[in-house]
């Protein structure tokens, strides 16, 4: 994900959490939230919400909020809070850690931790050391407590079996599964593409993907190899929205666009429109706003979306979390704004 050739690659995974070394950065962790102490100590909070990390997954279940985050080698954590301004908070337990010397023991990026057919299951990409290595793996959990110990379930890969990275699952109303994520066309690293293939169960892909966008709008490309990742499922009601990231993570425009699903076939191209612009590009205040994921609040009345952005202008994989309430247009399409600039008071997620 986030990748230049001439640049080496050693994860954008680095997340979240106190006790976080940053791959990219080399700088340690800060064991406290980055927003300001004054604004979280009434009904408002600021961005940042985590001082350092990236492509942050939260999930709601039950009476509590979980954040799946990668560290480097050394495993995916878990952490959990009860209300969703505690994001930054905690340092996790570790859920799973890779044997060495495995074709997945290296750089593990963007992990994903869903709750499906009655079971916990993380979705993560991960090599050997060699990014060209790069595919999606499964580990299974247990049915409630995500904390618990997770298992190597094995590698999810169409038949072609192609660089893949990124992958997330959709579940649509009468329980059919497909697996979405970003990769290239063939062996060399031209551009990233999203793709998606049916499940036959949560850790299997049963037919061979399909191609349902590339980087071709002007606010796509920028950067090279030309990026489409971190595609990510939203529903409104019966409308299912696959909001992604495009242009190279380590640039300023990194920036979210949107897929709208049309209802027909998931597995035609046809059955997805690309919105003509960015939906969620940078400002003269934040850079490169990108990778998210989707949560509502404790009282089930707002929609939050959580994403990283660079910490600076040219910061590149130098970034921080983020979170602010986004709307809905009148077409039900997501309305989620401008980026909220850090230290800028914001209400708090209703019902925390």
Not at 155 to 176: C, L, N, Y
Not at 214 to 221: G, Q
Request: charged letters at 20%; a neutral charge.
């Amino acid at each position: 994900m986030k990748r230049v050739p001439v640049i080496p690659i050693c994860g954008l995974l680095a997340v979240l959490s106190p006790a976080i070394t940053p791959a990219r950065s080399g700088e340690p962790q800060s064991p406290q939230r980055p927003a300001q102490a004054e604004a979280l100590a009434t009904d408002t909070i600021a961005n940042p919400v985590v001082a350092r990390g990236a492509d942050p997954w939260v999930i709601r279940h039950g009476d509590a909020y979980y954040l799946c985050q990668s560290r480097g080698d050394r495993g995916i954590f878990v952490n959990r809070f009860t209300r969703l301004r505690d994001i930054g908070t905690g340092e996790g337990k570790r859920i799973w850690r890779p044997p060495p010397d495995t074709a997945y023991s290296r750089e593990l990026w963007a992990p994903e931790l869903h709750h499906l057919r009655g079971r916990w299951w993380v979705y993560v990409a991960a090599d050997d050391g060699d990014n060209a290595n790069h595919r999606m793996y499964v580990l299974e959990g247990p049915a409630e407590d995500p904390q618990a110990e997770f298992t190597f379930k094995g590698r999810i890969a169409a038949p072609s079996d192609r660089w893949a990275i990124d992958g997330t699952v959709i579940e649509m109303p009468d329980g059919r599964l497909y697996f979405v994520w970003s990769g290239w066309g063939g062996e060399v690293n031209v551009a990233q593409h999203l793709y998606i293939a049916p499940m036959s169960d949560p850790w299997t892909i049963s037919g061979e993907r399909v191609r349902i966008s590339s980087p071709e709008l002007a606010w796509e490309l920028n950067g090279r190899p030309l990026i489409n990742e971190g595609p990510q499922a939203l529903w409104n009601g019966g409308r299912l929205f696959l909001i992604y990231s495009a242009s190279g993570s380590w640039t300023d425009d990194y920036c979210l666009g949107r897929l709208t699903w049309t209802g027909g076939d998931p597995l035609d191209p046809a059955s997805w429109v690309k919105h003509p612009k960015a939906v969620f590009a940078r400002t003269k205040d934040v850079f490169g706003p990108g990778h998210c994921s989707f949560v509502k609040s404790r009282d089930g009345r707002e929609d939050w979306l959580v994403y990283h952005s660079a910490r600076f202008s040219g910061a590149g994989w130098n970034r921080h979390i983020n979170m602010q309430r986004f709307g809905w247009n009148p077409d039900g399409s997501p309305a989620f704004g401008a980026p909220i600039a850090a230290g800028i008071p914001m209400p708090a997620p209703s019902g925390d």
